[in-house]
């Protein structure tokens, strides 16, 4: 089955989703942040990293300065295999043909292309949604070299998978884990088991089309459109969210199967532009370790 659809105009998610990312709202922070030297930090800082990433999908380390573009390859090597940036548009603010430079030196703009660099919000999402799974990036691993001027400057927001699947109701998350993006065909499915966690695909489309297929229990299109709705409603939850307020030297590696992220807008005029690096690093994952969601136990979803 096919369908599509469109954000309404009264979708409570965009009333949040304007709160929350257009505003001044303060998000709190992710926790207590360690302090480390860059010096040496590869590779005696890389086993705590691992550990943090393991035990809850986030690291955080405070270095007192930043790493430059070789070291900052250097730890995406030691994380698992950098992923290359090849779209046109990105490449005048790639090194290495790895690392992006994302700098806030455009206004507000609608090309979508351009929004990473520019002052704009961007709505929630997982990176690579509409990758095959094995494509798709395990760690997002971003540093900051410059973190713009003033209170107004932009925040990299998370929220936790974990959250947004307790709120969805179980006919929902069996709806999703049956429906995919339609140029996709089911990989990934929006939502999927994943070592025991319901783990998502999934973008924010905003004033776009939707355009899904759906293999599975439902028998029309509003059953599918509901559970997308409510996926939206769930992911603009403020219980849970985390922001960073980004410092010179502030490294963030989190784990792109534990979190949806987005980012603020930023509130005032633009003076100093905000300048972070930023990798993608897919892993390799055991054989075996993933199956569909419907063929779990319920108490499971």
């Known amino acids: 089955m096919h369908g599509e659809i469109a954000e309404?105009?009264?979708?409570?998610?965009?009333?949040?989703?304007q709160e929350l990312l257009c505003g001044s709202h303060r998000f709190p922070e992710p926790g207590p942040v360690t302090t480390a030297s860059a010096a040496g930090f590869l590779p005696a800082g890389v086993p705590g990293l691992l550990a943090d990433l393991a035990e809850r999908g986030f690291a955080m380390r405070q270095l007192d300065r930043p790493l430059d573009t070789c070291e900052f390859r250097a730890l995406g090597d030691v994380l698992g295999s950098p992923i290359p940036e090849t779209d046109e548009q990105v490449r005048p603010f790639v090194?290495?043909?790895?690392v992006l430079n994302l700098i806030s030196r455009h206004t507000e703009t609608a090309d979508v292309g351009l929004q990473p660099f520019a002052t704009n919000y961007l709505s929630l999402h997982t990176e690579?949604?509409?990758?095959?799974v094995a494509q798709q990036p395990r760690y997002l691993v971003l540093m900051c070299r410059e973190p713009g001027d003033g209170d107004g400057t932009a925040q990299t927001v998370l929220t936790?998978?974990?959250?947004?699947?307790a709120r969805l109701a179980p006919e929902h998350t069996r709806t999703l884990a049956r429906t995919c993006y339609r140029h996709t065909?089911?990989?990934p499915w929006i939502a999927?088991?994943?070592d025991g966690r319901t783990v998502f695909s999934f973008r924010d489309f905003m004033g776009q089309?939707?355009?899904?297929?759906?293999?599975?229990?439902a028998t029309d299109a509003r059953t599918v459109d509901d559970a997308l709705r409510a996926l939206l409603d769930a992911?603009?939850?403020?219980?849970?969210?985390?922001a960073v307020r980004w410092q010179p030297g502030l490294l963030v590696v989190f784990d792109n199967t534990f979190f949806f992220h987005g980012r603020t807008a930023r509130v005032g005029p633009l003076k100093e532009p905000r300048h972070l690096m930023r990798l993608r690093v897919a892993t390799a994952r055991p054989a075996g370790t993933e199956e569909p969601i419907d063929q779990r136990r319920a108490e499971h979803v």
Do not use: F, N
Request: hydrophobic share 25%; proline share 10%; glycine share 16%.
């Open 95 to 98: 090194e290495d043909g790895v």
């Open 8 to 17: 309404q105009p009264d979708a409570p998610h965009m009333r949040r989703r």
């Open 192 to 194: 999927r088991d994943q």
């Open 185 to 187: 065909g089911g990989d």
């Open 128 to 132: 690579g949604s509409g990758r095959p």
């Open 235 to 242: 992911m603009y939850h403020p219980d849970g969210m985390v």
């Open 160 to 165: 936790p998978m974990a959250g947004v699947a």
């Open 209 to 217: 089309t939707l355009r899904w297929t759906h293999d599975g229990h």
